[in-house]
């Protein structure tokens, strides 16, 4: 089987197996998780479970300090008053559950400052793009200081992206010592997120193969995509980070969290991948700190699901803002 | 050769398959069509919405040379309507023709409407003070169509168009003698430049669908031409609640009337001399 040979801080070398990734299979096995039927509670449960693993984010060239603080209250308090009350009112005698917060904000570093301000004290994490986002091209030194001043802004978590063209040309040590060099910054600080940006990638075996080379240089999350490249997040991509999860908690013990992100719009397309996350690592991602989805538009059609399962009727779409 | 027909959907500008995955038989084996379920007649009214948001936006001229063009389209199939209509309601080979023709008529009158409703009843309103004042019809956005037990081709293209006319978009659900219309009726839409979920065609059962029509919010108004009393009474029950407008009796054909009943007005005050 083919294999990389890596060097690690401190001089030593590992071996990342290149594994070949059964294209077909991965594409049939995505597909056999949208088949589950989950109604009812179950669904309920899931659509909650989304909501509160919802990166919001919006990461744009026209971002305002006006849209970053109209996505936190949005992220702190994804509906308007009258929601719930209309649920009441419909659905008098059914016992409703408060909306939660998203899991967190993510926007570029310069909005971090204005962003901090606003989630101060309401438990929404603040994660800040970083690594000259979402190409990836500049030095390592100007990459490592944007990851420290959105840290030192107060981002909790970083998502960078990986150097698709060093990838692609085969240059594998240069990817891996740009994540130990932002995780060496990240410390304890801030969790990171790497980003593979798989719609580069092209193939299910570089996906595989850079999974396992993010983990092992000290990702706490890895993330499909940017949301700028075509195709972003798919259901066989994030199998197959999934998998190579599942095999790097087999042999180390430790949990790495995953990150869909791009793409993901609707309230069912989200029940498919927990369904996905469930069966591929069980119940312990099921959780906002191992499982998040990258998303804007998802949030508005999670929260018409919840008011279609409490009353039988869907809501306005003008109800919720536009983002 | 004879090939086995199943109707498709028309949901989005696509050609789909119920989600629900049912057919049923219809007019003695002729086709089988598809039974919408409540998730198809959602898909379609998240279509509709996206569909209006580019139809209103049209110039009046442009959507009027939109629904022109359906009536160039419904000529250029003219004999796919015909067959079908002699081989599923038995009409002879005039009446057939005269039913094509009244589709076509109505086409071509609601084409004409596109850009000169407003002028007819938008006004320039008298005030006392400094301003102008105007009034002018805007679109209401989704509307659902509940169509006629009783076949009428001339009437269901104008009950569409009639709604089209203001900008609207549209979800007809077919009635139940010719469901099977829906084919070429769908291809005529299909191919008339018209941008994508602006017309939607169901098939299906009333009784299946009358509540979750008339309780979807996003649901602005209901056409309802059925001779149901029962679910007329059930669509007016969910519909209080939304406070949709329920318009019933479409009987006269090409008349300002029936676009009327799907605008809204908007008044503008504008100061003068500003």
């Known amino acids: 089987m083919p294999s990389v040979s890596i060097k690690v801080p401190g001089g030593s070398r590992i071996t990342i197996p290149h594994y070949p990734v059964d294209m077909v299979g991965a594409g049939e096995r995505a597909s056999s998780f949208t088949k589950r039927s989950i109604k009812k509670e179950s669904k309920l449960d899931a659509l909650y479970l989304a909501i509160t693993m919802t990166d919001l984010t919006t990461l744009e060239g026209a971002d305002t300090p006006g849209k970053v603080k109209q996505l936190c209250g949005k992220a702190i308090s994804p509906v308007p008053a009258h929601y719930l009350q209309e649920i009441k009112r419909l659905a008098p005698d059914k016992k409703i559950r408060p909306i939660p917060s998203v899991a967190a904000i993510c926007v570029y570093p310069e909005m971090v400052p204005i962003a901090r301000k606003c989630l101060e004290g309401s438990g929404v994490e603040l994660a800040s793009v970083a690594t000259a986002f979402p190409a990836g091209q500049l030095s390592l030194d100007l990459k490592l200081k944007d990851v420290a001043r959105a840290i030192k802004f107060g981002a909790t978590e970083i998502d960078m992206v990986i150097d698709r063209g060093a990838f692609l040309r085969g240059d594998y040590q240069k990817v891996f010592d740009e994540i130990v060099a932002v995780k060496d910054i990240c410390e304890d600080r801030a969790h990171l997120k790497v980003i593979l940006e798989t719609g580069e990638l092209k193939t299910l075996d570089n996906v595989r193969f850079a999974s396992t080379m993010a983990m092992e240089a000290g990702a706490d999350f890895i993330k499909t995509s940017t949301g700028k490249v075509t195709p972003a997040a798919t259901m066989p991509v994030t199998l197959v980070m999934l998998q190579a999860i599942w095999d790097y908690y087999q042999q180390t013990g430790k949990k790495i969290g995953m990150k869909p992100a791009g793409g993901i719009r609707t309230a069912k397309q989200a029940v498919h991948y927990l369904v996905m996350v469930n069966e591929v690592l069980g119940a312990d991602w099921l959780h906002p700190k191992m499982f998040r989805f990258g998303a804007s538009s998802l949030l508005n059609d999670l929260l018409r699901q919840i008011f279609k399962q409490y009353t039988g009727q869907y809501y306005y779409q003008d109800i919720f803002s536009l983002d | ?274």
């Open chain 2, 1 to 274: 050769m004879k090939i086995e027909k199943t109707i498709k959907l028309f949901i989005n500008g696509q050609f789909a398959r119920s989600e629900s995955g049912r057919t049923y038989p219809v007019n003695d084996n002729y086709a089988r069509v598809c039974q919408a379920s409540k998730k198809d007649f959602r898909n379609s009214v998240d279509a509709a919405k996206s569909g209006e948001k580019s139809w209103s936006s049209k110039s009046a001229y442009n959507r009027s040379q939109i629904i022109y063009r359906m009536a160039e389209m419904c000529e250029g199939k003219r004999d796919q309507f015909v067959s079908l209509f002699k081989t599923t309601l038995s009409a002879s080979d005039k009446k057939a023709n005269e039913m094509v023709d009244e589709g076509i008529s109505s086409f071509v009158y609601y084409a004409g409407f596109c850009d000169k409703y407003s002028q007819t009843i938008g006004s320039v309103n008298p005030v006392s003070g400094p301003f102008h004042n105007f009034t002018t019809p805007e679109s209401v956005g989704v509307v659902a169509l509940i169509d006629s037990d009783e076949f009428n081709f001339g009437a269901t293209v104008d009950r569409i168009c009639s709604i089209l006319v203001g900008g609207n978009s549209v979800i007809a659900l077919l009635g139940p003698t010719l469901p099977a219309v829906l084919a070429p009726l769908s291809e005529v839409f299909a191919t008339s430049d018209l941008p994508a979920g602006v017309v939607n065609l169901l098939t299906g059962h009333l009784e299946e669908l009358a509540e979750v029509i008339a309780s979807h919010r996003e649901v602005r108004s209901i056409s309802y031409q059925n001779e149901s009393k029962k679910f007329y009474e059930t669509v007016r029950e969910k519909s209080v609640d939304n406070m949709k407008r329920i318009v019933p009796n479409h009987k006269e054909l090409k008349s300002l009337e029936n676009i009327l009943s799907f605008v809204e007005y908007k008044t503008v005050w504008h100061p003068i001399g500003v």
